[in-house]
Antibody, heavy 122, light 110 residues
Framework: QVTLKESGPVLVKPTETLTLTCTVS??????????VSWIRQPPGKALEWLAH???????SYSTSLKSRLTISKDTSKSQVVLTMTNMDPVDTATYYC??????????????WGQGTLVTVSS | EIVLTQSPGTLSLSPGERATLSCRAS???????LAWYQQKPGQAPRLLIY???SRATGIPDRFSGSGSGTDFTLTISRLEPEDFAVYYC???????????FGPGTKVDIK
């Protein structure tokens, strides 16, 4: 059974750095076809893709947020970590991690965590 | 970078009716990398369609995807009460290798 679970602070102050952890089970982060994406959703707004990391450590970032994001993984712990620097109230959102599955020329997020709401406020 | 536009923004229909949702890309997209997701209030998104037309595991056959190039469509043949939700299209571009979501279409009860 594939599961993903996000963890991290519920409240951060402006200018602080946010660190979120995605702990996965039911699949291995070393599987060649798989990776993990981070996606966020401000209250009442659309989904926004942030970053992803593949098993070979290939990483990609949203062009608009690239300077603030770092994604990494610890395969032995089945964890993917996202850091976002210089947090601002506009970064208030539910942050999701999702399994990225690539096969037969397609890539898509087939399993999602429940999401974690992060509020940025002083 | 590719921009996705979804229309209409809101679709008001009755149960049993057919829903046709559009996703248009600012430039040609590989069909292999076009997906559709459903999201209900308070829930994480759920994968419906990948590769533009392949249903994900467990998705009823009333959901179908089609299209190529810059124009893609999600069709719900007969709306069930549980289908009223927000639907997002997503594409994966190779250069740069980024994902993009559309702004979503809300299907609500008329």
């Amino acid at each position: 059974q594939v599961t993903l679970k996000e963890s991290g602070p519920v409240l951060v102050k402006p200018t602080e750095t946010l660190t979120l952890t995605c702990t996965v089970s039911g699949f291995s982060l070393s599987n060649a076809r798989m990776g993990v994406s981070w996606i966020r959703q401000p209250p009442g707004k659309a989904l926004e893709w942030l970053a992803h990391i593949f098993s070979n450590d290939e990483k990609s970032y949203s062009t608009s947020l690239k300077s603030r994001l770092t994604i990494s993984k610890d395969t032995s712990k089945s964890q993917v970590v996202l850091t976002m620097t210089n947090m601002d109230p506009v970064d208030t959102a539910t942050y999701y991690c999702a399994r990225l599955y690539c096969s037969g020329g397609s890539c898509y997020s087939d399993y999602w965590g429940q999401g974690t709401l992060v509020t940025v406020s002083s | 970078e590719i921009v996705l536009t979804q229309s209409p923004g809101t679709l008001s229909l009755s149960p049993g009716e057919r829903a046709t949702l559009s996703c248009r890309a600012s430039q040609s997209v590989s069909s292999s990398y076009l997906a559709w997701y459903q999201q209900k209030p308070g829930q994480a998104p759920r994968l419906l369609i990948y590769g533009a037309s392949s249903r994900a595991t467990g998705i009823p056959d009333r959901f179908s995807g089609s299209g190529s190039g810059t124009d893609f469509t999600l069709t719900i043949s007969r709306l069930e009460p549980e289908d009223f939700a927000v639907y997002y299209c997503q594409q994966y571009g190779s250069s740069p290798p980024v994902f993009t979501f559309g702004p979503g279409t809300k299907v609500d009860i008329k």
